[in-house]
């Protein structure tokens, strides 16, 4: 049984464990995966079909943004509770759970068809959101508790290459479907997908450490959440590492609110089908670039560094679609296609490597708290970037093109930042 210690995890290890050889030996985080893959197939068609609801209902790059960042505010308010739970309670019944409940929830957009209507579906979108604000720390959280140390990149390299593969798939699929079924059957689908998932999950023993007891949730929860905060504050080689993805974030969350606002430029009669290309795009490279970090990364020493540049390239990479042609000839797509899957193959690499020493630094007993705290610094970033990007857009401040180099220039600063500021320190320490 894979040990749930960190002091196990932090440790450099000679040889990782192979693809093929953790699926076939670890079934516990096989049934882990699968779920996985069903339920992000179902979330990634859910996603491309509200953007396409809210843009045909109101025609607002503001009312976009406004799912954008429904996505990711309430995520970031609910995160720290969540992560208090997951370390609080059985991470299992958490995401069995929380399946259960998203595939309720989702049926509800099959209610929404007219202007008016869209608070509903941010509503909605906030419950959706608040539940999966717990599934995804307890299955990061669980992850160290089914994996040895051989393993654990590997699963996380093989988790995000699912995540994107799903989002490439379930992007360009959900896009196809929403043209040719109608975006009520993708609403129909997700909720499925869920169910699916669960079955999977209830399936998989997860060990862990836990401190239940007798102490009322909320006050408990309050408690560990501060609890959790001063162990970031007292153990700067933890609370370093998860500021990496929020600082992605700054510029990253508006250019990906804008990758949709992309797609519906370059293919106004088909937006459906335009989105969900350029989110394929983004997809593959999210799936690419973790394999390739993996492959040529190997000392670990060199990560804190291999993370700001990689935030400084995916910055570059957008600068480089706002310099490119837009038009709807295939060529002009698929070079899009091409920098958006390098400016995203970084982002992958970024999250996977900055997850990888978050599960390694952090004892099992905080680890939950420690990936909630990243979650809502990552969601809270993200929409503050988004509402950022969509008020200059709605008000005509910033034409599309220009945001887009506008925000992958304040991204190359921010890498430009990690690497000057948090390098130098993560080396002393070494």
């Known amino acids: 049984?894979?040990?749930?210690?960190?002091?196990?995890?932090?440790?450099?290890?000679?040889?990782?464990?192979?693809?093929?050889?953790?699926?076939?030996?670890?079934?516990?985080?096989?049934?882990?995966?699968?779920?996985?893959?069903?339920?992000?197939?179902?979330?990634?068609?859910?996603?491309?079909?509200?953007?396409?609801?809210?843009?045909?209902?109101?025609?607002?790059?503001?009312?976009?943004?406004?799912?954008?960042?429904?996505?990711?505010?309430?995520?970031?308010?609910?995160?720290?509770?969540?992560?208090?739970?997951?370390?609080?309670?059985?991470?299992?019944?958490?995401?069995?759970?929380?399946?259960?409940?998203?595939?309720?929830?989702?049926?509800?957009?099959?209610?929404?068809?007219?202007?008016?209507?869209?608070?509903?579906?941010?509503?909605?979108?906030?419950?959706?959101?608040?539940?999966?604000?717990?599934?995804?720390?307890?299955?990061?959280?669980?992850?160290?508790?089914?994996?040895?140390?051989?393993?654990?990149?590997?699963?996380?390299?093989?988790?995000?290459?699912?995540?994107?593969?799903?989002?490439?798939?379930?992007?360009?699929?959900?896009?196809?479907?929403?043209?040719?079924?109608?975006?009520?059957?993708?609403?129909?689908?997700?909720?499925?997908?869920?169910?699916?998932?669960?079955?999977?999950?209830?399936?998989?023993?997860?060990?862990?450490?836990?401190?239940?007891?007798?102490?009322?949730?909320?006050?408990?929860?309050?408690?560990?959440?501060?609890?959790?905060?001063?162990?970031?504050?007292?153990?700067?080689?933890i609370g370093r590492i998860a500021l990496a993805k929020a600082t992605w974030a700054v510029g990253g969350g508006g250019l990906v609110y804008m990758v949709a606002l992309l797609g519906d430029a370059v293919a106004p009669q088909a937006m459906a089908a335009g989105v969900g290309v350029l989110f394929m795009a983004r997809g593959i490279g999210t799936g690419v670039g973790p394999v390739v970090a993996r492959a040529f990364f190997t000392k670990e020493e060199r990560w804190p560094a291999v993370l700001g540049g990689c935030i400084a390239f995916c910055g570059a990479g957008y600068v480089a679609v706002s310099l490119a042609p837009w038009l709807s000839a295939a060529a002009s797509i698929a070079l899009l296609c091409v920098l958006i899957l390098a400016a995203h193959a970084a982002s992958g690499a970024n999250w996977v490597l900055a997850t990888v020493m978050l599960q390694k630094r952090t004892e099992d007993r905080f680890r939950g708290r420690v990936f909630g705290t990243e979650w809502m610094l990552v969601m809270a970033t993200e929409a503050a970037s988004i509402l950022l990007a969509s008020l200059l857009l709605e008000q005509g401040v910033l034409e599309l093109r220009a945001a887009l180099r506008v925000f992958g220039v304040l991204q190359i600063a921010c890498g430009a930042l990690w690497i000057g500021l948090v390098v130098p320190r993560e080396r002393a320490e070494a």
């Open 1 to 237: 049984m894979p040990s749930s210690s960190a002091g196990r995890h932090d440790t450099a290890v000679s040889e990782r464990a192979g693809y093929l050889e953790l699926m076939r030996a670890n079934v516990n985080f096989r049934r882990l995966w699968a779920g996985s893959v069903v339920s992000l197939l179902g979330d990634w068609f859910n996603t491309i079909a509200l953007y396409v609801l809210v843009v045909e209902l109101t025609g607002s790059p503001l009312a976009l943004g406004g799912v954008f960042i429904t996505k990711m505010l309430p995520w970031a308010l609910v995160s720290p509770l969540a992560g208090a739970l997951t370390d609080r309670y059985s991470r299992r019944r958490l995401m069995i759970g929380a399946d259960l409940v998203r595939a309720v929830v989702v049926l509800g957009f099959l209610l929404i068809d007219t202007a008016a209507e869209v608070p509903a579906l941010y509503a909605l979108v906030a419950a959706q959101v608040v539940v999966s604000a717990v599934f995804q720390p307890a299955k990061s959280a669980a992850l160290p508790n089914i994996t040895t140390p051989r393993e654990l990149l590997t699963a996380n390299a093989l988790l995000s290459a699912t995540w994107s593969t799903m989002l490439a798939v379930g992007a360009a699929l959900g896009g196809l479907a929403a043209e040719a079924l109608g975006l009520e059957a993708v609403f129909l689908i997700d909720s499925a997908t869920y169910l699916v998932s669960a079955v999977f999950i209830w399936g998989t023993v997860i060990p862990q450490e836990t401190e239940a007891g007798d102490e009322p949730l909320l006050r408990a929860a309050g408690r560990e959440i501060a609890e959790g905060w001063r162990h970031l504050r007292a153990r700067p080689r």
